[in-house]
């Protein structure tokens, strides 16, 4: 690691889909030295309540966030496909109310790993949903689906899984009840949450020049910053979102997407190698 002080504002507990318990997490933070750390579990806070207390006792800057998926079917480029936000609360912890909201997300995602189930079943594919909530409770999902495939032999790893089945393009895929878009960055908004587009790449990716259209109706709606370093950028693509940044007078959030063993070569902190978020980069959206 470099002497910048360094940064990991992206990463998933055992809580959601990841594979390192809140506690581990914490103490893999800070064995390696990073100066704050956001848990951002999907529709949950579970993983980060568990951290809290430790991160505390450690003196650790936890900051909490929050992953939710999202539709917008008219988006250009981003067709039928989930958008991911990723919202923190910088200065005051989520509201009941929120925390209420998520719980019609859970049962939308409950509802669409049953349907999952039925749709590899008819694949041939024998994956039971007691089997996937066996190891992702009540926030299961794809992830899951791909660990017992590989356990019981259908494929060879959690990618192939993807790319076989589970991909939004793949056969198996079945989509989630998921809010729009719009909805999403106005309820982050409504509970105090600095809301953040998550690794952009993959809408732009297509059609950089609509990827900028799209990105300018978010930031009219509240959308306040966008994710400008991601394991899946390259330098210059977190550049280009840097520059969008600027442009559009966002925020600037970053991490690595960290899942533990369910994304194999993606370590905390540092990506593929290729993430260095530094500490200003919390500095500045704390002062926004």
Avoid at 33 to 48: K, P, R
Avoid at 66 to 95: C, D, M, Q, W
Avoid at 223 to 231: F, K, P, T
């Amino acid at each position: 690691m470099s002497g910048v002080p360094l940064i990991d504002l992206h990463t998933h507990t055992d809580e959601s889909d990841g594979t390192s318990a809140p506690d581990e997490l914490v103490g893999a933070a800070m064995a390696m030295g990073l100066e704050a750390l956001g848990i951002t579990d999907h529709d949950t806070f579970g993983g980060y309540d568990a951290a809290a207390p430790l991160a505390r006792e450690m003196g650790l800057d936890l900051v909490c966030g929050i992953e939710l998926s999202t539709k917008r079917h008219h988006a250009v480029g981003a067709r039928g496909r989930s958008i991911h936000l990723l919202g923190y609360f910088l200065n005051e912890p989520p509201p009941e109310e929120f925390r209420a909201w998520l719980e019609g997300i859970r049962v939308a995602r409950r509802d669409r790993n049953r349907r999952l189930a039925q749709r590899l079943q008819s694949l041939g594919v024998d994956v039971r949903i007691e089997e996937v909530e066996r190891l992702g409770r009540s926030q299961a999902g794809r992830p899951h689906f791909a660990r017992v495939m590989v356990e019981k032999g259908y494929v060879s790893s959690i990618q192939e899984a993807f790319e076989q089945y589970l991909d939004e393009s793949a056969k198996g895929y079945v989509e989630r009840d998921e809010p729009e878009l719009d909805a999403g960055i106005r309820k982050l908004c409504e509970a105090g949450a600095l809301a953040s587009l998550a690794h952009p790449i993959r809408l732009s990716r297509r059609n950089p020049a609509a990827f900028e259209k799209d990105l300018a109706e978010m930031y009219a709606i509240g959308l306040g910053a966008i994710e400008a370093y991601h394991s899946d950028h390259l330098q210059t693509d977190t550049a280009f979102f840097l520059s969008l940044a600027r442009r559009y007078h966002l925020g600037v959030t970053g991490g690595t997407d960290f899942h533990g063993d369910n994304k194999p070569g993606l370590a905390l902190g540092t990506g593929y190698g290729n993430v260095a978020v530094p500490r200003q980069v919390l500095e500045a959206l704390r002062n926004r």
